[in-house]
């Protein structure tokens, strides 16, 4: 028995929907697999800590947007993650990146680096909570994370 045009039409519709779904849902358990992580948790407290990025950001409130999937900077293994969590407050925005590795004896994340990065070039230290660690950067050296 031949399908109908109409049948065929609802059912490319339907597949379409139920695809399109499953990788929003897909997508969306990813990032919320990102934001529970220690290394992601470990890196926000530490840009939290740091009274000048906060200032500099316009924070609190501070606001960690979702991590871009396909951006060459985030790459997780089970002994390494490099992330570039994007941030914003009122005042700025900018890039926090971080790489951590993960102690074997203690089975949890060390963070390793955190540079906070604004859309001014301004750059923070965050892993140090000295002051001077601030400085301009040219955003030719972004491509050194």
């Keep these: 028995m031949p399908a109908s045009m109409r049948s065929l039409q609802q059912m490319a ?15 969306y358990l990813m990032q919320k697999n990102f934001s529970r992580s220690d290394y992601y948790r470990l890196a926000l407290e530490r840009l939290e800590g740091h009274s000048d990025a ?31 969590i994007p941030v914003s407050g009122t005042k700025s925005a900018g890039y926090l990146y971080t790489s951590s590795a993960r102690d074997p004896l203690l089975n949890r994340w060390c963070l390793q680096e955190a540079v906070l990065l604004l859309r001014d070039g301004r750059r923070f230290n965050v892993l140090n909570s000295s002051s001077d660690e601030q400085d301009t950067l040219d955003l030719q050296s972004d491509a050194n994370f």
């Design 13 to 27: 519709i339907f597949v379409t929907v139920v695809t399109g779904g499953g990788c929003s849902m897909m997508y």
């Design 54 to 84: 906060m200032e500099n950001l316009g924070a609190p409130p501070l606001k960690a947007h979702n991590i871009r999937l396909t951006d060459r900077h985030n790459c997780v293994s089970p002994t390494r993650a490099q992330i570039k």
